[in-house]
Every structure is written in C-alpha cells, then in structure tokens.
C-alpha cells in the first residue's frame, strides 16, 4: 500500500507561483509512474502532467503546457509540481497520483492506483 500526501497549496495571485509537493510512504515509489490531476469546483477532474520512474519522460496537458513543471526526487519519495504564471482558470483541488503497473506515462485517470487528499489552488486577486 502506498499513501501520498500534498502540500504547497494555498492562495496566489495572477501571475504568482507556487510549488506543490507529494511525499509517498513506500519502498516502491521509484519505480512508480507519478501524475497530478486537478478539479475545480463543478467541473470533472482532469489530467495536468506525469512523470515516469527515473524522470526521463514527462507528458502535461495542453493547458499547463511551459508553465508547469513536473520533477521527482526518488531518494526523498517525493514528486513536485511547479506552477508559474498561475491563472484563475488553475483554481482547483490538486491531486497527486501513483501508478504502479506501468513503467510508461499514464494519463487516464483509471490507471491510477492511489491518490493522494489533495491540495487546494486558489489564484485570484
């Protein structure tokens, strides 16, 4: 079983950044695929990025795309996500995710074995 655990998130306004990050219990967690996914209020949750195990590969959606940043640090158990030139439209719970059958990216959110409580994003002046 593995359990993963956010923080970072928090109020920002237009144009600010912000730094989220996922601790994950387990020995396992590098070979693991890492995704984070988001949902506003209403709205479906959807894909933001994925990382594979060594972080040699990574995949955002089209909406984040050279804003985010996606990385992971095995020996600390932990993948980030680094949001700059934060929009309103990026408001949403921020969720992090494990993968453990694949050692390719996923970014179906049914692929995902555990998620994490999630972390709230607000951007708003």
């Known amino acids: 079983q593995v359990q993963l655990v956010e923080s970072g998130g928090g109020l920002v306004q237009p144009g600010g950044s912000l730094r989220l990050s996922c601790a994950a219990s387990g020995r396992t967690f590098s070979s693991y695929t890492m995704g984070w996914f988001r949902q506003a209020p209403g709205k479906e949750r959807e894909f933001v990025a994925a990382i594979i195990w060594s972080g040699g590969s990574t995949d955002y959606a089209d909406s984040v795309k050279g804003r985010f940043t996606i990385s992971r640090d095995n020996a600390k158990n932990t993948v980030y996500l680094q949001m700059n030139s934060l929009k309103p439209e990026d408001t949403a719970v921020y969720y992090c995710?494990?993968?453990?059958?694949?050692?390719?990216?996923?970014?179906?959110?049914?692929?995902?074995?555990?998620w994490g409580q999630g972390t709230q994003v607000t951007v708003s002046s």
């Open positions: 995710a494990a993968d453990r059958g694949t050692p390719l990216l996923v970014v179906a959110e049914y692929e995902y074995d555990y």
